[in-house]
């Protein structure tokens, strides 16, 4: 129900997203943008507009930018603080900032544990926990994949930080004027999809 003519999606990915949206509202001008130079290339070779830029570095205001898919969960504070900055300087005043967050809840019990793929040349394990002290979710990555006769181990590790929806309202100027708790695995709230409002 927001009106919109032009778009802005952050961390757009391979542009899911904007797929859906040109599909259902192609008289919106949209732009995807990514710190991946490869997700921003499998977004345009689906014809779509994005760039390899950091939000702030990025000229121009919009109606309403998304960050969705965890996409704030990946901002340690300080990281999230400035980003917040940058989304109110490219917001249009009467214009809104839609993302979601995972609760802790999804954190604790819902994505914790571990995973296990065999493929015959391909063997991952995915190993996830949450640290309460640090408020910080971790999954570990390790990968052995064949060559040669031999299997190659290489690793990584990804982290999410947990917020609660008092914490960025303060972070920000914008205002809070939507929440909608949502639930994919079990009764429990696992995400919030907030809506933010630029007023001046």
Do not use: W
């Not at 130079?37 to 390899?52: F, N, P, W, Y």
Request: with cysteine; proline share 0%; net charge negative.
């Amino acid at each position: 129900g927001l009106k919109c003519q032009k778009l802005l999606d952050v961390g757009c990915g391979s542009g899911g997203f904007l797929l859906e949206l040109a599909q259902h509202y192609p008289e919106v001008e949209s732009l995807g943008i990514d710190l991946s130079s490869v997700m921003v290339e499998r977004t345009k070779a689906k014809g779509l507009k994005a760039e390899c830029i950091d939000l702030c570095k990025l000229e121009g205001k919009y109606d309403v930018i998304t960050a969705i898919f965890d996409m704030m969960n990946y901002l340690d504070k300080k990281q999230l603080k400035r980003f917040l900055g940058c989304i109110e300087e490219h917001l249009e005043v009467g214009g809104h900032f839609i993302f979601d967050i995972n609760t802790l809840f999804a954190f604790k019990v819902v994505a914790a544990g571990s995973f296990i793929k065999d493929a015959g040349d391909r063997f991952l394990t995915i190993d996830s926990d949450y640290d309460e002290e640090e408020a910080t979710y971790y999954m570990d990555f390790t990968l052995f994949e064949e060559e040669n006769g031999c299997f190659v181990k290489s690793q990584d590790e990804i982290l999410q930080y947990y917020y609660k929806v008092d914490e960025i309202q303060k972070l920000t100027n914008l205002k809070l004027i939507s929440k909608k708790a949502i639930s994919i695995y079990s009764n429990e709230t696992e995400k919030f999809y907030l809506v933010f409002k630029k007023l001046k």
